[in-house]
């Protein structure tokens, strides 16, 4: 109990920076898992919530052996044995008996014993001799053997999918010989692609459960920054603010992944603390130190882009882990792009090996896909298929990101691919809005030209008047179409780039979006509607103008599309009219 209190009582906050930890007291919050019941056919199917020890060692009164707990990549396994080990050796939790039964606990990190294939030898190394003297450890190796012949014991092996068997041994877990299935429990943490491996079957696992991030995201990101922020900052007014950052730029689906989460905030504070405002924060850049953080796991050389060795898109630049990553990053990056933009689109975001292999040369698809799964950009699970596992990228937003930088290396993809795709359904150009921000960041003459073809689709959809449904007083009526400019141009502006040309052809300005003016010259030949609603009051406090004006001008000599004038307000001058 005293080792696990020195060794586990504190977990590391961000995946980035193994350094910066915590107590796990502070930091963690309930996870959201689930029980998954295996059916006769091999199907799995979700089941009730767990909300206590109970429900993860328990079967009705039936106490289970075989416990497999399984989780994308950052959803909070490690995290959670961590949380059950301290439990344990600290006796503080709401049903006591179901884990106070255990009278030892032998938790093992299996990322640590690749190689190793008996968890009897791993024990030994990774806590009798880490704990006891050298004179002690051949007697307590002993009292070890007998504690397993007559003890209830529990053992947690964490990071089955990081565990690799010798050479030449066709093992597909560690082996548990020694201990007794009468007296000893079992809980194995690991990604779904490794339970995914036909050499484990179904009769091997008692229970088997799945962990989806945090019960209360809300909750979590408060726990993460009254640890990470400065007492002078006031908590409940950061946490807000924060919130409103997520809002505002669509994160709230990362909020599944602890991991992912966790570098979001920690990116933000950081920005905060650079005195950068939090509304010029980049999308590119974010996503960058995700997948960043991502590519380390997998292979932790530093390496650097320069002068002589330019990044592929500026937002790499700094990186340390994206160049000796890049061979792999841009195989990744081609079939993302690939796939999310094809004919067949139930295959888009979930998609077999076989489907992936046409991504893939035969000789490098196994080491691709494997540096990619233990990265934890690609997931792997079983499902009942006749290729017997799916795959899928991490989170749908990084799939998204790797696209849009593999168009930005290759804009030919808009003219061929994408255009292609968009012919499938006129509406389908809304779907792929967070692909067009992205690029606004990394290359912008590229978005421009996307920004052009998606916008041929939204006139079709809107119209004459910019509006689904004719009702142009409402702002919530707006197209959606301008809302995915609006958050492109902020995403160019983040990222420092200038002449921004994005194409829009119906317009609604108002004091929220002056910045939408900045594209209005390079759309006069193809704008349909425009509406201002404006003050001079809200130009003057524009952050956009250089120097002050006494007016909002729009040169309307281009202007032979216009179907539809609104103006509201004052200090709105028109010009060109003939």
């Known amino acids: 109990m005293a080792h696990y209190n020195d060794t586990s009582g504190s977990v590391p906050v961000s995946n980035f920076d193994q350094s910066l930890d915590k107590r796990i007291t502070d930091i963690y919050s309930t996870p959201k898992i689930h029980g998954i019941e295996i059916k006769k056919d091999g199907k799995r199917v979700k089941m009730e919530q767990a909300l206590t020890y109970e429900h993860i060692f328990y079967t009705g009164d039936k106490s289970m052996r075989r416990i497999y707990l399984q989780g994308e990549p950052g959803s909070g396994k490690s995290t959670f044995s961590a949380k059950m080990v301290h439990d344990w050796s600290s006796k503080t939790f709401n049903d006591m008996s179901k884990i106070k039964q255990f009278k030892f606990v032998f938790f093992i990190t299996l990322r640590h014993s690749r190689g190793q294939t008996d968890v009897t030898q791993m024990i030994k190394k990774q806590l009798i001799d880490t704990t006891f003297s050298e004179d002690e450890r051949a007697d307590v190796y002993k009292l070890f053997i007998r504690v397993l012949n007559t003890e209830i014991c529990l053992v947690i092996r964490d990071g089955l999918d990081e565990w690799v068997s010798p050479d030449g041994i066709n093992l597909v877990e560690p ?108 999308m590119c850049a974010l996503y960058t130190t995700l997948v960043e953080s991502l590519c380390k796991r997998a292979n932790s050389t530093t390496g650097y882009f320069n002068d002589l060795n330019p990044p592929p898109v500026q937002c790499f630049s700094g990186t340390s882990y994206l160049q000796p990553n890049i061979e792999h990053l841009d195989k990744l990056a081609k079939a993302a792009c690939k796939l999310l933009f094809s004919s067949e689109r139930e295959s888009s975001i979930v998609f077999s090996d076989i489907l992936l292999s046409n991504y893939l040369s ?102 004459d008047n910019g509006y689904i449904d004719d009702e142009w007083e409402e702002e919530s009526n707006r197209c959606e179409f301008q809302r995915i400019i609006e958050s492109g141009i902020r995403e160019a502006v983040a990222n420092r780039i ?62 032979n599309t216009l179907r539809l004038l609104i103006l509201s307000d004052s200090g709105i001058l028109l010009t060109g009219i003939i």
């Not at 696992?205 to 979590?220: C, K, Q, R, T, Y």
């Not at 990228?393 to 968009?422: G, M, W």
């Not at 010259?521 to 404006?534: A, Q």
């Not at 103008?545 to 202007?559: I, K």
Request: charged share 20%; net charge negative.
């Open 498 to 559: 200038e002449c921004i040309q994005l194409t829009l052809s119906h317009f609604n300005i108002n004091e929220s979006n002056i910045r939408l003016h900045e594209i209005w010259p390079t759309n006069t030949y193809n704008v349909v509607s425009l509406y201002v609603n404006i003050k001079t009051s809200d130009f003057l406090r524009s952050p956009v103008r250089d120097e002050p004006t006494s007016h909002f001008e729009f040169n309307l000599s281009s202007c």
């Open 175 to 282: 082996s548990m010989a020694g201990f007794q299935n009468d007296t000893c429990t079992v809980l194995t943490t690991t990604r779904p692609w490794k339970l995914a491996d036909e050499r484990i079957k179904n009769s091997q696992i008692d229970i088997l459960l799945e962990i989806e991030g945090v019960n209360n995201p809300s909750a979590f990101s408060k726990n993460i920054i009254r640890c990470l922020i400065d007492h002078s900052m006031d908590l409940e007014e950061t946490v807000n603010t924060f919130k409103t950052f997520v809002e505002d730029r669509k994160l709230e689906s990362l909020s599944s992944s602890p991991m992912l989460f966790t570098l979001v905030i920690c990116t933000w504070l950081n920005a905060i603390e650079e005195e950068k405002h939090f509304k010029g924060s980049s």
């Open 362 to 463: 035969p000789d490098e698809f196994t080491v691709r896909k494997t540096i990619a799964l233990t990265a934890g950009i690609l997931t792997n699970r079983k499902d009942k298929s006749r290729t017997g596992s799916s795959n899928s990228f991490v989170h749908k937003t990084v799939q998204e990101f790797l696209a849009a930088y593999h168009i930005a290396c290759n804009p030919c993809i808009i003219d061929d691919v994408i255009s292609r795709y968009l012919k499938l359904n006129n509406t389908s150009y809304l779907e792929i809005s967070q692909v067009l921000i992205f690029l606004c960041g990394m290359n912008i003459s590229a978005a421009k030209k996307l920004s052009a073809l998606m916008n041929q689709y939204d006139e079709i959809r809107c119209g």
